[in-house]
């Protein structure tokens, strides 16, 4: 059974920076293209970054040079570091393992709140 846990998430001022760790179990994320999405109240679901099994990140255009996605495979985790945050980023944010269609595995969410 896979399971993803996210963690580090909280309240933080503007400027301020967080990192979301996921931790995952029942898979090696090695081996799959691993994400971080984000959803706000009212809006859809949208990616912010991933890590591709060549170790290949992109980014949302709306966190470039700001979020940094990685993963440390003998922890079998992936990180985000979100740096320079700004209210627009509040947010639920979940870990997403692409296993394939109806496979894919999600985390149960961590909210981060950019507020002063």
């Known amino acids: 059974q896979v399971q993803l846990v996210e963690s580090g998430g909280g309240l933080v001022q503007p400027g301020g920076s967080l990192r979301l760790s996921c931790a995952a179990s029942?898979?090696?994320?090695?081996?799959?293209?691993m994400g971080w999405y984000r959803q706000a109240p009212g809006k859809q679901r949208e990616l912010v970054a991933a890590?591709?099994?060549?170790?290949?990140?992109n980014y949302a255009e709306s966190v470039k040079g700001r979020f940094s996605i990685s993963r440390d495979n003998a922890k079998n985790t992936v990180y985000l570091q979100m740096n320079s945050l700004k209210p627009e980023d509040t947010a639920v944010y979940s870990c997403?393992?692409?296993?394939?269609?109806?496979?894919?595995?999600w985390g149960q969410g961590t909210q981060v709140t950019v507020s002063s």
């Open positions: 997403h393992a692409e296993l394939g269609g109806s496979r894919d595995s």
């Open positions: 029942g898979i090696t994320i090695v081996f799959y293209n």
């Open positions: 890590v591709n099994t060549m170790g290949t990140t």
